[in-house]
Every structure is written in structure tokens, then in C-alpha cells.
């Protein structure tokens, strides 16, 4: 690459402008001094004509023959060498210490330049009507390269109009600068160099590279449109005053050749195979990664997903392109680093590799005059790597900020390239100091990096232990080749196509834009990747275009570079495949490459090529034969995948990102989100552990002292979750090709309650610790001092009696010393916990609970079920009141009326089968119930837990382990408080599970053990799963695992299996026993489990205020379960809180999916155990491939959707109440004929009744129950003994799941 560099700085316009002839690594002089001549004027118009050109570089008089030509172009040798090295060393002062002196040292050299070059041109003309007859051709061409004025031939106003207008679009291109999203401080803007070239190379994500590309185009294409119009008009008319149709048949002319564009043309069509293949497969790749929304199989590429700004080279993508990832990937960077490589030694091998060819090595002034690293005494430089000729014949230099990788080894000798064509020609005259036609730099330098890059000559020169030679190796070595020289090809070839049509008339200032992107998806295949129309001007953000640098030369690089390797190649006596060349140490080559290098510009190109290879022609043959092993691998690879070549679907489009530009400053390294949530995982089992353990044993000895430690552990725990919270936060993962790390990092970026200030952090758990505490140490007093917490004392009268007044008291007094003393507390708790879910992104706590179910259609589907259910529940409501009727009587029983919530033996009416002998449908038929053989056969608790082991592992499910039996709690301590409420605890380190229960020696509580042994099965079997995904696939599963499970086990076929039934009796009455047994656990749950979290979303999102908590709970409880309170209520009140899920923060819903989907589960277990006959007889007790079936499901834990484990499962992906109707099936039928022989009235229509006619809820403004409140998301339970397994989360500081 050359550049000559100037600035203005006199006027204050502080215009920095690169003149630009190379696209590659490499920069220096341009041989054709018009490259930089209209910037040159620009300036000298600018700042006037200060440095007026001393008159001893001047030209002479000269007669007008052969004779004073000769004498002509000998003078302006001599005299540009001068003129020459006094600019460029004012250049390199400048480029390598950017100060105001130096900048102004630099334009007076610059404009005492651009004078020589006017003065020495008009003379030239001097000779156009007689060199004709010249016998000297060398003569003629010297005479053609120093006349050309170009803009200079324009008169003086409108010299300086066209020279402003290159030194305002240049200013534009070199101060463009992309804002992040947001961000008002220029300061924090991003450059081209190096942060947004960085992003476009190193960032995976599309909306990051989206707003990189969109902000680069606009902020450096849009402002340059009126000024390239004008410019266009002013250099075609500048051309045509040199003889030229226009510009692009001036810059054509450089070329020498009449069919320059069509053999252009041939060598195109001859490389577009090669070109189709790779974009086929590279646009494979990246629908692979971005999916079918962003990637279109037949369609063209998003122009910014291609690795850099303009999807001119995609090697910066080879990441996601590698053919054989277990093959080595060849970069010695680590190697180069390990042998202390430096900047000088890298250098000094490329000059070994150099004088290994027998060519010139560096002088002297080379290794005393170039920077080869940047400075580190606080100078500003410009880093961009550039090769230098200083034009007197031994002062070449190097510019470059070299730093120790592999690449940068490379650009070393690409660069050392450069300075040894500049050796070679030294001592030609100064017209003829440059590459035989444009193109020939560059590809001089690229075909030594050819052989330095190969891993034969990385070997020799140590950075390369072995070299392996596999047909995978030479793939991935070749694909990675391809990717920066076959892309590359049609954008080199259409940047000049776009601007001869432009220079031409062809294409109109209205359809710049358009155009090129007609010709960017013709050649290349891409499109841009946002709307873009004649407001922008997108070939301006390319420099080359504001820069007026000339394009087609690195297209021809590009081609000879090849030719000239193999050429190189056959004379060192290469044998083997093209790419495995490395010319190292040949003399032959080394001569052959001198011989054309030394002769500069002064021979015709095609005598040159013709002498270099045998061939005068540009041709892509060896370009073709390099690549062929990859090609014909393509070629392959395209046909498997049937991939088409071209993009049919020309006019496809990507559609804009929902929410774009919001997240485009996210990290998009999926290798970073990778090792964050490995590092995340290994702390938090510690963090969680301890909190676990913690809470433990505050559980299972409540002291003030264990819940000050709890509250501590948990005070640490939300600050982890904070801390790795917004890290994950940082990370758009939208376009992360592993699965896994993107839906961790969605679950860790929902920091819960650790979101609030620390000091609210401490005031939620301080208020949820103390709602628990109440609710755990309360107890209910009679007036002879006897006192009895919930359980057992208050749980066995509420379930064996059936005293009206003692069932009161019982019901009455656990409201008033639990909930009631709670109800501040909830509110701040409301609070608090609102606006954690608002900081997480959530409109309220309900909003975030529903968003763990990931469906957009969630209450409505919960809706529908429990319409569907609905029926069921009201023939079960009408059958039961009327056995209640008949217990109590017309003062407490309205057979129209809602039932009185204390009768239904349990104390918050959610389960009735602690009545079932009230009302027990055949009561001389017989009826399941174990317990008097359990205690016959003096079972214990944990032999309770033993039977159900045995039960899991009959199925081929995981034992039990030791730390199980050690370390649970299976039953109620004698010396000290404990939360009762049964629990399965999970402690995060893979091996210590445990269950907390108070374990009474019953059938209830043994269904009960199978049910949290079904949780800790479930944490067994997905206790290898990264931490995150140690959990039920949506809140449901892990109650509905417990329960499938207690569906089996309460069978009476399993009863009998076990040794606790004697028989087992096979006909319709003892069927309807047993069904209505399940029925009042499960049917009559259903609403209770539907309106808990019904009450708690209107709470959370407002619709209920403070003032109406407890009116609109029992509203609830009257619309949908049927229930009332059999004493006066009010405000006073707060009898949600005398639930424990409440107080607790649990969550409710996730009870009234599980006792959905359990039937579901429970019917696809018993088709895999081959069960024949009614699905409520089931039981799979030894069925391995039932336990398959589920134990498959359970090892997601919730690495996967919860529909994809259902449909493991049950082979469908959505809950239904189906296989429950099934199951329920000879009951509903049994159901309906006896209310309507009895004459019962389903529903509740006198809802306004109270028990003994008192107006029980104070303030009530009661409405038709069909008509109070909108009901949402349902919750389903089992019964209270059930117990929540333990997990850490911000809104369930304890345990999660078992206990209804």
C-alpha cells in the first residue's frame, strides 16, 4: 500500500488526508505523482501560494527536438530527486511525530512538490506535436508520464473548488465516527481505526455488527453525496483536457492495453465457479449461526456479517467457517512469543528470507532511519504499516507499529516486499521508480507472504514444531486462503466497474446508491442489510471513493500474484501441489525476481509478465490450479448440502432486528460467555451450598441465632447473583450458536430481588424471614393454657373432627395468630418485591412468576383447562355439600349456598379426603386405606422412605445415597421448633440430598414420601447439569414428577404388591370409592390451586389494593372454589398469609400445572409399562422402560423448553386436561346421575349466604361470583404436608416445589 500523507493545518481546517494507491498491508510512494497532485492543489489553493518553487528546479528552455527531450528528461530526473526526498522526509517526519511544526514543515514540502510536478508537466507538453518521429520509444514514454496535468488543467477558481471538494470528503472519511447507542460524549465515539474495524472482525453478533456497518455507512457515505457529483463533473472535464473520454478511460490507460476491461471480464468469468462455491459455503455457515431469518439458502449475504466493513476479505470469519476444527489451525503467534521474537528479529528474518534469494539486502540507513514499533516516548504516530522510498538512491524506511503475531510476520514481509522492488529500481530514472503497471506492487508483495504463510517454510524458520501434510491440514490451510483472496476478487473487480458507469454518464447522480448495490449483489452476492436508498451514499464509506484512489490494480494484484508464484515456483524446482510452495533459499528465483523488479515502469507490463512467466496475459490459471484441492472440497460439500451457486432470490432482503438499535452494546464473544458461565457455575455451588445449608438448619432448629447466620448466607447469595447478574446481562447472546450458554445467560440476567439497593435486599429477606417465622412458630391457645401449632395439632382436628365449634376455633384461631399478624409485613413485601421484578424488566412480581412458563399463551391456555375441569369440580362441590347437609344441618349447610371452609377437613379447605367417610359413596364396599396395616406391621418413617426407594429403583431409577439417610430430617424433632412443611432439599454439590418432613406413620404421608422422593430422584438425575440447569423443566414438573409417582403408589394393586392390602377388590362400587378418595385430594385442589396466584397477580400488578386484600380473597375463594368463611372477616384480617406459600413467597401455579400434566404423564408411563384396562388402576412399580421414559425427561432438568420434555414424555408439547378426564372418567359418570337423582343444584347461586345468617365478610360489595374478578394464571398444590424443594432463588429463599 502506499500512502503520502498531508494535512492543513495552516488555516485551521485541521484536514487529515491519506492518498491512497494499495488496498493491501503495505504503503509508500505511488510511481504516477497524479494520484496526489489534486490534493496537492487543493492545498496549494488553500493556503496560497507561500512556498513558491525555487527557480533552480525549475525547467529550462529546451529546444523542441529528440535532442532537448533528452536533455529535458534528464534535468527533471535529477532535479525530482531533490524535490522528492525533501517531501518525503517531511512526510515521515510527520507520519512518525504528529505535531503542528512537523505538519507544516510537511505542506510547504508538499506544495513545493505539487509546483515541480505543474512546472515540469506544461514543459513536457512542450514536445506532444514532435515526439512522434522520436527513435528513442523510451524517450516517448518518459515524456507521457511526466505531461499528464490532470487537474491542473483546470483554471485557478475552479482548480480550487475541485481540490476543496477532495480535501472536504477526505476530511469527512478520516473524522467519521460511529456513536454508541446512547452516548452523547464525542469522546467515547469509535473511529474506523481500530475499534470499529475490531468489531466487524471480531464480534458474532448481528445487531453489534448491524449498528457498526449502518453507523459507519451513514456517518461517512451520506455527507459526501452532493460533493462526489461535483467532483465526478470536474474530473472528467480535467481528463478530457488530456485527451481522455473521461477519468475511468485516463486511469484504464495506465494499462497500456486496448482490452484491458474485456480481458478484465474473462478473467472474472473464468474465477466465478470458484467465487459461487465459497459463498455457497460460507452462506451455509452463517445460516448455521444466524438462522433462516437472517441467512437466506438462495439468497444473498448481509453485507455486514461477512468480517469486515465493506465484505471485501472474510478471513476474519474462518472461525465459524473451519472445515476440520481437530485439524491443526496453523498460528505460531504463541510460538513466535515463547522464543521472544521482537519487532527487529522479525524483521531481520524477512531480510534473511530476502538475501535467501540472492536479492539485495537492507541498507544501512534502513535499520537506522524505519520505526518498526511504536514509540514508546509518547510521540503520536500513524501506525498504519507503509514502505517508504525517499528517492535518492539509499534511504528506504519502514513505517509500522509491529507487534509479535503471526499475521503481523506476514505484513513484515509484504512490507520488506515494497522496499526491495524500490532496491531493484533504484537507479532508474524517477519516472520509471515504480511497479510495471499498478498492480504490480502489491502482488510483489503478496507473493512472498505466498511462501512465508506456508506451515513448510513456518517449519524451517522454527515457529512450527511439524508440518503436517493430511488433506484436512491442506483444507483448512486453503479455506483460510480464501477466504481473504478468492472473496476478495469481485469486490476488487466492481468498486472500478461502479466508477467508469459513474466517470461515463452511464450511471446518474439519482441512482448512485442503487447501482452499487446492484453491482455489490450481481459479482458478490451480498446485500445490504438495512434499507438503504439515494439519501445514502454507501460508496463513500469505502476510502478509495472520497480518496479518488483508483481500485482495479489490487483486482490485477490479485491475479498476477499467482502467476508470478508459480512462475517463481517452477524455476526453484517445486514439486508438489502450488500451495505448498515456499521459494526459500532459491538463487533461480531470486534471479528471476530481480530481473523483473529492476525494471520498474520502464518496460511495457505485458514484456515484463511475458518475461516473469512466459505469457504476456493476465490469466487466472494459476489462481485456479492454487486453490483446486479446495475447490473440488467445495464443490462437495455444496453438493451434500445441496446448496445453490448464485442467489436466485436476488431481491431477498434481512429483515430489521426487533428492537434495533437497543442491545448493540452488548458482548458478542460467544468464547467469553462460554468461560463466564463455567466460572459462574463453579462459584455458585459454593454460594449455594452454604446458603442451602443455612437455611437448613434454621429449618430444622428455628433460633434467633441460625436466622441471623440464614439471613447473612442469603445477604451473600443475592449479592453472587448481582454480581454474575450483570455480567450475563452484558452479553447479547442473541446470535450464540450454543444453546446451552444462551439460555443460561437469559436465566442469570433475571437477578431477582437481587436487583434492589443492598439495604433493600436485607429488608426483603428481613421481611419474608419474619412473615416465615410467624407463620412457623405460631400456635393456637385455648383458655386452660394449652397451645398447638399447625402440626400436628391443628392439621389432626381440621382432619378427624367433626365438632362445628372445635373445627371453628381450630380454623379461626390459626387465621388470627398467622396471618393477621403478617399483613404489614406483606405489604412492604409487595413493594419490594415490585420493583426487583421492575428492575429485572418486568411490569410486576405476577408478570415475572408467569414468564417462567415461556409462553406467550399461558393463562389463556390455563384458562381453558380450567373450563374444561370446571364441570367436574361442581358435580364434586354438589355431591359434598350435600354429605355435609346431612352432617349439619340447614344452619350451616345451604344446599344453594357456599360451604363453610372449615368443614372440608383440612385447614385451608384445598383438600377434602379427610371427609371421604363422611360421604363415602358405597360405605359397605371396600375403601383404600393402608394405615391400619402400617401400624400392624409397626412400620416407621423410615421405612416409609425405604418402601419408596425401592419404589424408584424397581423402575431402574437412582438410589437413594448415603448422605440421604444420614443428614435427612424424616421426622418431627422432640426438643426443638422445625418447619414441618414437607420438603426435598437440593444442596448443589452433587451429592448430598435430603428431605425435611414430619413423618407420620399413615397412608397420606406415605404418598407423601413417594412424592418428595420423587423431587430428589429428579435432582439425582440432573445433578451434572451446569447449575443453572438444575431445576424442573417449567415450575410444574418437579411437583408433577412427585405426584405421577403417589399416583401409582396410592393404587390399590400397588398397596397389595407391598403388603398392605390384603386383597384387592375388583368391582364398580369399590372403583367409586377409590375414585372419590383421589377426587377429594385432586378435583376438589383444582380452584384453590387456580385462584392463589389469581389473588397474588392482582396484588403485584394493583388491581387489588391494600385495602381490599382480604375482601378479594374471599371473593376468590366464593368464585371459584364455592367456599365461605364461617366467621365475620374484615380488613383486620389477613388470611391469605395463613397459608404458607404466602409468607413464603412460593409461587402457587405451578401446583395447578403439575396436577394437569401428572395425569398426562401418568398415562404415557402406563402405555410404556404396557398397562391394560382402566388408567386409574395403573401402577408401572417395576416398569423399566416407564422409568426410561421419565427418568430420560428428568436428565434435562431445565436445559431444554418444558414442551420439549413434555414431548419426551407424551410425545405432544401441550398441557391438557384430557388423560384427568380419563383417569376421572367412571366418576364423572357416577358424578352426574346422583346429582341429578338427588336434585342438586350446581353452583352456588345464593353466594351472599352465610352459616348461622351472619354477614360474614365486613364491606363486602359481593357480585355474581361469574362476575368479581378476572382471573388469570391458575396454581395448583397437593396437600400442606407436601413439601417445596430447596433451591436458592430471589423469590423463594428456601425450599421449591413438593408441598401444596
Known amino acids: 500500500m502506499f500512502y503520502q500523507q498531508y494535512e492543513i493545518g495552516k488555516t485551521g481546517l485541521d484536514i487529515i488526508v491519506f492518498i491512497e494507491a494499495g488496498a493491501g498491508r503495505s504503503a509508500g510512494r505511488h510511481h504516477n505523482m497524479l494520484t496526489t497532485m489534486p490534493l496537492l492543489l487543493g492545498l496549494f489553493s488553500l493556503l496560497g501560494s507561500t512556498c513558491a518553487l525555487d527557480n533552480a528546479f525549475m525547467p529550462a528552455n529546451y529546444s523542441i527536438d529528440e535532442t532537448g527531450a533528452g536533455r529535458f528528461v534528464e534535468d527533471h530526473n535529477n532535479t525530482a530527486e531533490d524535490i522528492f526526498f525533501v517531501s518525503v522526509s517531511a512526510s515521515w517526519n510527520y507520519n512518525t511525530n504528529l505535531t503542528k511544526y512537523n505538519q507544516q514543515k510537511q505542506i510547504n514540502a508538499s506544495l513545493e512538490e505539487q509546483e515541480f510536478v505543474e512546472a515540469w508537466a506544461k514543459k513536457a507538453k512542450e514536445f506532444d506535436a514532435v515526439k512522434v518521429n522520436f527513435t528513442d520509444k523510451n524517450l516517448i514514454h518518459l515524456l507521457d508520464n511526466i505531461r499528464i496535468l490532470g487537474p491542473a488543467n483546470l483554471p485557478p477558481t475552479e482548480r480550487e473548488q475541485y481540490n476543496t471538494i477532495l480535501s472536504e470528503m477526505d476530511n469527512i472519511y478520516s473524522t467519521a465516527k460511529v456513536c454508541p447507542y446512547g452516548e452523547?460524549?464525542?469522546?467515547?465515539?469509535?473511529?474506523?481505526?481500530?475499534?470499529?474495524?475490531?468489531?466487524?472482525?471480531?464480534?458474532?453478533?448481528?445487531?453489534?455488527?448491524?449498528?457498526?456497518?449502518?453507523?459507519?455507512?451513514?456517518?461517512?457515505?451520506?455527507?459526501?453525496?452532493?460533493?462526489?457529483?461535483?467532483?465526478?463533473?470536474?474530473?472528467?472535464?480535467?481528463?478530457?483536457?488530456?485527451?481522455?473520454?473521461?477519468?475511468?478511460?485516463?486511469?484504464?490507460?495506465?494499462?497500456?492495453?486496448?482490452?484491458?476491461?474485456?480481458?478484465?471480464?474473462?478473467?472474472?468469468?473464468?474465477?466465478?465457479?470458484?467465487?459461487?462455491?465459497?459463498?455457497?459455503?460460507?452462506?451455509?455457515?452463517?445460516?448455521?449461526?444466524?438462522?433462516?431469518?437472517?441467512?437466506?439458502?438462495?439468497?444473498?449475504?448481509?453485507?455486514?456479517?461477512?468480517?469486515?466493513?465493506?465484505?471485501?476479505?472474510?478471513?476474519?470469519?474462518?472461525?465459524?467457517?473451519?472445515?476440520?476444527?481437530?485439524?491443526?489451525?496453523?498460528?505460531?503467534?504463541?510460538?513466535?512469543?515463547?522464543?521472544?521474537?521482537?519487532?527487529?528479529?522479525?524483521?531481520?528474518?524477512?531480510?534473511?528470507?530476502?538475501?535467501?534469494?540472492?536479492?539485495?539486502?537492507?541498507?544501512?540507513?534502513?535499520?537506522?532511519?524505519?520505526?518498526?514499533?511504536?514509540?514508546?516516548?509518547?510521540?503520536e504516530v500513524v501506525c498504519h504499516a507503509s514502505a517508504w522510498d525517499f528517492y535518492n538512491r539509499k534511504d528506504f524506511r519502514i513505517k509500522q507499529c509491529t507487534t509479535v503475531t503471526m499475521e503481523q510476520l506476514f505484513t513484515v514481509h509484504h512490507e520488506m516486499g515494497h522496499v526491495e522492488y524500490y532496491l531493484q529500481y533504484k537507479d532508474q530514472p524517477v519516472t520509471f521508480r515504480s511497479g510495471a503497471n499498478p498492480g504490480f506492487h502489491e502482488a510483489v508483495g503478496d507473493v512472498l507472504a505466498l511462501s512465508v504463510s506456508t506451515p513448510k517454510h513456518l517449519n524451517k524458520i522454527g515457529l512450527l514444531e511439524s508440518v503436517t501434510t493430511d488433506k484436512e491440514t491442506d483444507i483448512n490451510y486453503l479455506l483460510k486462503m480464501a477466504l481473504e483472496k478468492i472473496a476478495f476478487l469481485p469486490f476488487g473487480y466492481l468498486i472500478d466497474q461502479w466508477r467508469w458507469g459513474v466517470f461515463s454518464g452511464r450511471i446518474s447522480p439519482d441512482h448512485y446508491n442503487s447501482e452499487w448495490w446492484y453491482l455489490r449483489t450481481k459479482y458478490q452476492g451480498i446485500c445490504p442489510p438495512l434499507p438503504r436508498n439515494e439519501t445514502n451514499f454507501d460508496p463513500g464509506a469505502k476510502y478509495h471513493i472520497p480518496g479518488n484512489t483508483p481500485y482495479i490494480r489490487y483486482f490485477v494484484s490479485f491475479i498476477l500474484q499467482f502467476q508470478f508464484h508459480k512462475a517463481l515456483c517452477n524455476v526453484s524446482e517445486h514439486t508438489g501441489p502450488l500451495h505448498q510452495c515456499d521459494i526459500y533459499k532459491s538463487l533461480a528465483a531470486g534471479k528471476k525476481l530481480s530481473d523483473a523488479l529492476k525494471v520498474g515502469s520502464s518496460v511495457r507490463w505485458q514484456d515484463v509478465l511475458q518475461d516473469f512467466t512466459g505469457t504476456d496475459k493476465m490469466d487466472a490459471s494459476a489462481l485456479l490450479e492454487y486453490f483446486k484441492p479446495i475447490t473440488d472440497w467445495l464443490k462437495e460439500q455444496n453438493t451434500k448440502n445441496k446448496d445453490e451457486l448464485g442467489w436466485s432470490d436476488f431481491e431477498w432482503r434481512p429483515p430489521v432486528p426487533e428492537g434495533y438499535p437497543n442491545g448493540t452494546d452488548k458482548i458478542t464473544d460467544e468464547n467469553q460467555a462460554i468461560n463466564f458461565v463455567k466460572e459462574y457455575n463453579t462459584a455458585t455451588e459454593k454460594v449455594w451450598y452454604d446458603y442451602i445449608e443455612s437455611s437448613w438448619t434454621y429449618n430444622t432448629n428455628i433460633t434467633v441465632h441460625n436466622n441471623l447466620i440464614m439471613l447473612e448466607k442469603s445477604l451473600k447469595m443475592s449479592n453472587h447473583a448481582l454480581k454474575y447478574g450483570l455480567q450475563a446481562r452484558q452479553f447479547d447472546y442473541t446470535d450464540f450458536q450454543n444453546a446451552d450458554t444462551k439460555r443460561i445467560l437469559m436465566k442469570l440476567g433475571n437477578i431477582e430481588r437481587a436487583a434492589l439497593p443492598v439495604e433493600e435486599v436485607k429488608e426483603y429477606d428481613s421481611v419474608v424471614s419474619e412473615m416465615e417465622t410467624t407463620y412457623s412458630v405460631a400456635k393456637v391457645c385455648r383458655d386452660n393454657g394449652t397451645c398447638h401449632p399447625l402440626d400436628p395439632d391443628l392439621t389432626h382436628i381440621l382432619a378427624t373432627s367433626n365438632d362445628y365449634d372445635e373445627l371453628l376455633f381450630a380454623w379461626e384461631g390459626w387465621r388470627n395468630v398467622s396471618g393477621k399478624k403478617m399483613r404489614t409485613n406483606f405489604k412492604k413485601y409487595v413493594q419490594l418485591s415490585n420493583k426487583a421484578a421492575r428492575l429485572n424488566g418486568f411490569h410486576d412480581t405476577g408478570a415475572f412468576w408467569r414468564s417462567l412458563y415461556d409462553s406467550k399463551t399461558f393463562e389463556a391456555d390455563l384458562e381453558n383447562i380450567y373450563n374444561e375441569l370446571k364441570p367436574l369440580y361442581q358435580n364434586l362441590h354438589a355431591y359434598v355439600r350435600r354429605a355435609l347437609f346431612k352432617k349439619y344441618g340447614t344452619k350451616y349447610?345451604?344446599?344453594?349456598?357456599?360451604?363453610?371452609?372449615?368443614?372440608?377437613?383440612?385447614?385451608?379447605?384445598?383438600?377434602?379426603?379427610?371427609?371421604?367417610?363422611?360421604?363415602?359413596?358405597?360405605?359397605?364396599?371396600?375403601?383404600?386405606?393402608?394405615?391400619?396395616?402400617?401400624?400392624?406391621?409397626?412400620?416407621?418413617?423410615?421405612?416409609?422412605?425405604?418402601?419408596?426407594?425401592?419404589?424408584?429403583?424397581?423402575?431402574?431409577?437412582?438410589?437413594?445415597?448415603?448422605?440421604?439417610?444420614?443428614?435427612?430430617?424424616?421426622?418431627?424433632?422432640?426438643?426443638?421448633?422445625?418447619?414441618?412443611?414437607?420438603?426435598?432439599?437440593?444442596?448443589?454439590?452433587?451429592?448430598?440430598?435430603?428431605?425435611?418432613?414430619?413423618?407420620?406413620?399413615?397412608?397420606?404421608?406415605?404418598?407423601?414420601?413417594?412424592?418428595?422422593?420423587?423431587?430428589?430422584?429428579?435432582?439425582?438425575?440432573?445433578?451434572?447439569?451446569?447449575?443453572?440447569?438444575?431445576?424442573?423443566?417449567?415450575?410444574?414438573?418437579?411437583?408433577?414428577?412427585?405426584?405421577?409417582?403417589?399416583?401409582?403408589?396410592?393404587?390399590?394393586?400397588?398397596?397389595?404388591?407391598?403388603?398392605?392390602?390384603?386383597?384387592?377388590?375388583?368391582?364398580?362400587?369399590?372403583?367409586?370409592?377409590?375414585?372419590?378418595?383421589?377426587?377429594?385430594?385432586?378435583?376438589?385442589?383444582?380452584?384453590?390451586?387456580?385462584?392463589?396466584?389469581?389473588?397474588?397477580?392482582?396484588?403485584?400488578?394493583?388491581?387489588?389494593?391494600?385495602?381490599?386484600?382480604?375482601?378479594?380473597?374471599?371473593?376468590?375463594?366464593?368464585?371459584?372454589?364455592?367456599?365461605?368463611?364461617?366467621?365475620?372477616?374484615?380488613?383486620?384480617?389477613?388470611?391469605?398469609?395463613?397459608?404458607?406459600?404466602?409468607?413464603?413467597?412460593?409461587?402457587?401455579?405451578?401446583?395447578?400445572?403439575?396436577?394437569?400434566?401428572?395425569?398426562?404423564?401418568?398415562?404415557?408411563?402406563?402405555?410404556?409399562?404396557?398397562?391394560?384396562?382402566?388408567?386409574?388402576?395403573?401402577?408401572?412399580?417395576?416398569?423399566?422402560?416407564?422409568?426410561?421414559l421419565i427418568g430420560d425427561a428428568m436428565k434435562l432438568g431445565s436445559s431444554k423448553p418444558w414442551y420439549e420434555a413434555m414431548r419426551m414424555i407424551t410425545g405432544n408439547t401441550s398441557m391438557s386436561a384430557a388423560s384427568l378426564l380419563t383417569y376421572f372418567e367412571p366418576l364423572i359418570t357416577w358424578l352426574e346421575v346422583e346429582n341429578k337423582k338427588n336434585g342438586e343444584t350446581l353452583g352456588w347461586p345464593e353466594y351472599d349466604w352465610t352459616p348461622g345468617g351472619e354477614n360474614i365478610a365486613e364491606g363486602a360489595e359481593r357480585t355474581e361470583p361469574g362476575q368479581q374478578l378476572q382471573h388469570r394464571d391458575p396454581g395448583v398444590v397437593r396437600r400442606e404436608t407436601l413439601g417445596l424443594t430447596a433451591r436458592p432463588t430471589a423469590a423463594t429463599s428456601r425450599s421449591r416445589g413438593g408441598g401444596l
Open 184 to 379: 452523547k460524549d464525542q469522546n467515547k465515539c469509535w473511529s474506523l481505526e481500530p475499534e470499529l474495524t475490531d468489531k466487524m472482525a471480531t464480534s458474532r453478533g448481528y445487531k453489534e455488527l448491524l449498528y457498526a456497518w449502518e453507523g459507519w455507512h451513514n456517518s461517512a457515505g451520506i455527507p459526501q453525496k452532493a460533493n462526489y457529483k461535483t467532483f465526478v463533473e470536474m474530473s472528467n472535464k480535467a481528463s478530457q483536457m488530456d485527451g481522455f473520454a473521461d477519468t475511468g478511460e485516463y486511469w484504464r490507460s495506465w494499462y497500456d492495453s486496448p482490452t484491458f476491461a474485456e480481458d478484465l471480464e474473462k478473467i472474472y468469468n473464468d474465477l466465478k465457479p470458484l467465487y459461487l462455491n465459497l459463498h455457497a459455503f460460507v452462506r451455509r455457515k452463517l445460516y448455521n449461526r444466524y438462522g433462516s431469518k437472517y441467512i437466506n439458502l438462495k439468497g444473498p449475504i448481509p453485507a455486514h456479517l461477512l468480517g469486515n466493513m465493506w465484505a471485501q476479505q472474510w478471513n476474519n470469519i474462518y472461525d465459524m467457517m473451519i472445515p476440520f476444527p481437530s485439524k491443526p489451525n496453523i498460528d505460531v503467534t504463541d510460538m513466535m512469543k515463547k522464543k521472544n521474537w521482537n519487532a527487529t528479529h522479525m524483521f531481520r528474518v524477512s531480510e534473511e528470507f530476502f538475501t535467501s534469494l540472492g536479492l539485495i539486502e537492507m541498507p544501512q540507513e534502513f535499520w537506522d532511519h524505519s520505526m518498526l514499533e511504536k514509540p514508546n516516548d509518547g510521540r
Open 893 to 1188: 349447610i345451604n344446599l344453594k349456598g357456599p360451604i363453610p371452609a372449615h368443614l372440608l377437613g383440612n385447614m385451608w379447605a384445598q383438600s377434602w379426603n379427610n371427609i371421604y367417610k363422611l360421604l363415602m359413596p358405597y360405605p359397605d364396599a371396600s375403601h383404600v386405606d393402608a394405615t391400619p396395616e402400617m401400624i400392624k406391621q409397626k412400620w416407621t418413617p423410615v421405612k416409609m422412605f425405604q418402601e419408596s426407594d425401592e419404589f424408584f429403583q424397581s423402575l431402574g431409577l437412582i438410589k437413594m445415597p448415603e448422605e440421604f439417610w444420614n443428614k435427612s430430617m424424616l421426622e418431627k424433632p422432640a426438643n426443638r421448633e422445625v418447619v414441618c412443611h414437607a420438603s426435598a432439599w437440593d444442596f448443589f454439590n452433587r451429592k448430598d440430598f435430603r428431605i425435611k418432613q414430619c413423618t407420620v406413620v399413615n397412608m397420606d404421608d406415605l404418598v407423601t414420601v413417594h412424592h418428595e422422593m420423587g423431587h430428589v430422584q429428579y435432582f439425582l438425575q440432573y445433578k451434572d447439569l451446569p447449575i443453572s440447569f438444575r431445576d424442573g423443566a417449567n415450575p410444574g414438573f418437579h411437583e408433577a414428577i412427585g405426584d405421577v409417582m403417589a399416583l401409582s403408589v396410592s393404587t390399590p394393586k400397588h398397596l397389595k404388591t407391598i403388603g398392605l392390602l390384603n386383597e384387592v377388590m375388583d368391582n364398580k362400587e369399590s372403583d367409586i370409592n377409590y375414585l372419590m378418595s383421589i377426587a377429594l385430594d385432586k378435583i376438589a385442589f383444582l380452584p384453590f390451586g387456580y385462584l392463589m396466584d389469581q389473588w397474588r397477580w392482582k396484588v403485584f400488578d394493583g388491581r387489588i389494593p391494600e385495602s381490599d386484600y382480604n375482601r378479594e380473597w374471599w371473593n376468590l375463594r366464593l368464585k371459584y372454589q364455592g367456599l365461605c368463611p364461617p366467621v365475620l372477616r374484615s380488613e383486620e384480617d389477613f388470611d391469605p398469609g395463613a397459608k404458607f406459600h404466602i409468607p413464603s413467597s412460593v409461587p402457587y401455579v405451578r401446583y395447578f400445572v403439575s396436577f394437569i400434566i401428572q395425569f398426562q404423564f401418568h398415562e404415557s408411563l402406563c402405555k410404556a409399562a404396557e398397562h391394560v384396562g382402566p388408567l386409574y388402576k395403573c401402577d408401572i412399580y417395576k416398569s423399566r422402560a416407564a422409568g426410561k
